[in-house]
C-alpha cells in the first residue's frame, strides 16, 4: 500500500466525499478515485458504501485505524529532522465545550503566535466523547474533567474549575430539596462529567431522582436558564464570562461537589509529534 493511498483514503473518510477529498488533496477526483480502488483490489475488500451517503464500512474502519497509526509514524518520523525549533503539521485537540469557551482561547492563541506552521483543529463533545476520539486516534490530545479514566493515558493537572448552582434569579444560598426536586436541570448529554455532578448534587440532598433536560451548547443552557426553565451547573468562570449575555444569577456549591479538576489528557509520550509536544510544553507550563 502506498502511503499517498492511505491519505487519499483518510481523506474521503473525514470528508464523507471523493469530491471534497480531492479538493483538500489538491488533486483530480478521478485520481482519489483510482487510488481508492487500487486499495480495495489489493486488500479484497470494499472500503466504502457509496449508496447516497459516504461511508466507511465495518472492512473500511479496520482500515483506518492502521492508516492513521501508518501515517503518524511516518509523518513523526520526517518531523524528527525537520527544524524543531519551527515544527509543522496539524494538532487535533478535544476538549469540553465549557473549557473551549474560556479556557482555551488564550492559549490557543499564544500557541498560534509561536508555532505559526501549525494548523490547530479543535473538537468539542462530552468527557466521554472525547475520551474515545482520543483512544480511537481520531484527536492528538484532549482536555477532559474529572478523573483520567484509562492508566494508559498520560495526563496533567490543566484547569481548576468551581462549579456554581445558575439560575435566573438572585441567589444567597442553595435552595431546598423540594425546590431542587421540582426544578428541571439543564445540562449536555450522558457522558459529560459535570451532569455527573448534578446527580450527587443531588443525591447529597437526599433527592433520588431528578428531571435533567439534554441541551447541545451552553448558550442553550444558559438562554433557557435565563428564561426561568430551570437549573444548571457550570463552571464559575463560564458563567461570569456570559452574565453581560444572559440574565443569569449563580451561587457556590459546596467542596466537594463544586471542585473540578481539568486534565490534560494524551497518549503515551513516544508517539508525541513535535506539535504536541509543544502544546504539551505550553499547557504544563500553565497562565503567565
Known sequence: MQLHSLRLFVAVADNSSFSAAAKQMHTVQSNVTAHIK???????????????HIHLTPAGHTLMTHARQTLAAHDNA?????????????????????????????????????????????ETGTTTDIVARLLDGTIDCAFIAGSVPHSSLYSIEAFHESLVLVCD???????????????PFLAFKQGCHYRHRIERL??????????????????????????????????????????????IHHVDLPDDI???????????????????????????????
Open 38 to 52: 487500487k486499495l480495495e483490489t489489493e486488500l479484497g475488500v470494499t472500503l466504502f458504501e457509496r449508496h447516497g
Open 78 to 122: 520526517r518531523a524528527a529532522f525537520q527544524d524543531a525549533a519551527a515544527p509543522r503539521g496539524v494538532l487535533r485537540i478535544g476538549s469540553m465545550e465549557s473549557t473551549a469557551a474560556v479556557r482555551l482561547p488564550e492559549l490557543l492563541s499564544t500557541y498560534h503566535q509561536q508555532y505559526p506552521l501549525i494548523d490547530l483543529r479543535l
Open 258 to 288: 463544586g471542585h473540578v479538576t481539568t486534565w490534560f489528557a494524551t497518549t503515551a509520550v513516544a508517539g508525541w509529534s513535535p506539535a504536541l509536544v509543544a502544546f504539551e510544553r505550553m499547557v504544563q507550563a500553565g497562565p503567565d
Open 202 to 247: 443531588l443525591a447529597h440532598q437526599g433527592i433520588a431522582g431528578g428531571r435533567i433536560f439534554e441541551f447541545g451548547s451552553i448558550d442553550g443552557i444558559l438562554g433557557c436558564v435565563a428564561a426561568g426553565m430551570g437549573y444548571a451547573l457550570l463552571p464559575k468562570a463560564v458563567v461570569e464570562a456570559q452574565q453581560s449575555r444572559f440574565a
Open 169 to 183: 434569579e438572585p441567589i444567597d444560598a442553595m435552595p431546598g430539596s423540594d425546590r431542587l426536586l421540582e426544578t
